[in-house]
């Protein structure tokens, strides 16, 4: 009896630490960034969210190209502290750091307006700053929060940015969305909360499906112009996203930490889209954490969605109003 107890919780041992060791082996992609001789030299960057997670280390890899690498941050303090870490770390001294609130409208405008002053040209936008676990909540400009930074914010901004990367073409804009977008959906209401999603894991789900369809009509709005526009999930991947949940998610989270992608792992399909051979000229595609070109969910395909989406966000983000639309 003890001996067939022993053995089964042996044998349930042994599927876990099996299951475990496929789960590692999974999370590493077929693409490393140190397969790409790509050298940056002349070029600028902008990373958003950059001072943690996947955003530092997409940061750092440019940085370690020469590119001009600007850390476009919400905390002074937090972006310093990467500033810093990222110039030590690659010899690059050129990594500044720029303040953006990407759930105020306003805060983007005064970046952007920077930005075009000082910087000559924009080769490589990465919009990877995001946010999930927040609660429903209204902005003062009147946009429900995750929504405006995880989706109108990037769209804002990289409208904003559009005809300095048009100059410096060819240029690459990547947006880092997640599978989840597969259980996502699109209610236009949602941005300004008018209707509540049911709760904030279908909020997150909602912006990371915009994110893809935002891509798409990008793309398509960009063709001939030398910028191409790309989405992709990085995986799953241990990093502070989970910042904003309870301490018993945290904690799970956390002790399933040592089987799921490192931030430094789950950066590479951002920088894969950013800088590889292989992605230049591609455009409107979703890849996954392995660097695979993959289908997005059906949702993300509707061209008309895509359609109706980008002229709802130029309404909501005011940009319809300064095109004098
Ligand atoms: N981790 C995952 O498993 C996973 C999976 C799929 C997709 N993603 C996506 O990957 C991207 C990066 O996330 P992460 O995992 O690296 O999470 P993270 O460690 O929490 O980093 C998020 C970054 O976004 C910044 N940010 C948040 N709100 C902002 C705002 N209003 N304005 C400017 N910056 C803001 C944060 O700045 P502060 O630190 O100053 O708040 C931080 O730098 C996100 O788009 C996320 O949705 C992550």
Request: proline residues 3%; positive net charge; contains cysteine.
């Amino acid at each position: 009896m003890e001996i067939s107890c022993f053995s089964s919780h042996l044998g349930w041992a042994t599927c876990v630490l099996v299951l475990a060791l496929l789960l590692r082996a999974r999370r590493k992609g077929s693409w490393h960034p140190r397969m790409s001789p790509t050298d940056l030299t002349g070029k600028t960057a902008i990373v958003t969210g950059a001072n943690c997670g996947i955003g530092k280390y997409v940061a750092l890899d440019l940085a370690h190209r020469n590119a001009r690498t600007i850390l476009a941050c919400s905390s002074r303090e937090r972006g310093q502290a990467a500033a810093e870490e990222i110039q030590r770390a690659t010899g690059n001294p050129n990594v500044p750091l720029r303040i953006v609130d990407l759930s105020n409208m306003a805060s983007i405008r005064r970046f952007a307006k920077q930005i075009q002053q000082e910087e000559k040209r924009l080769d490589i936008l990465v919009n990877n700053a995001g946010v999930s676990g927040l609660p429903f909540s209204i902005t003062s400009e009147g946009l429900e929060q995750t929504f405006a930074t995880n989706y109108l914010g990037p769209f804002l901004l990289t409208n904003l940015l559009l005809d300095t990367m048009k100059a410096s073409a060819p240029a690459r804009i990547v947006n880092v969305s997640s599978f989840v977008h597969f259980q996502g959906m699109v209610n236009m209401k949602h941005l300004t909360g008018e209707e509540r999603t049911k709760n904030f894991h279908q909020t997150y789900r909602n912006t990371k499906l915009m994110n893809v369809l935002f891509t798409k009509e990008l793309a398509r709005r960009l063709q001939g112009t030398g910028v191409t526009a790309n989405s992709l999930n990085p995986g799953i991947v241990k990093t502070q996203i989970m910042r904003h949940f309870n301490w018993l998610v945290r904690l799970l989270f956390s002790i399933a930490g040592i089987f799921l992608m490192s931030a430094e792992e789950g950066a590479a399909s951002t920088i894969y889209c950013a800088v590889s051979e292989e992605v230049a000229g591609v455009t409107g595609k979703y890849f996954d954490s392995d660097c695979r070109l993959m289908l997005p969910s059906a949702a993300a395909r509707d061209p008309g969605l895509a359609r109706k989406l980008w002229e709802e966000s130029e309404r909501r983000t005011g940009l319809a109003e300064s095109r004098g639309m």
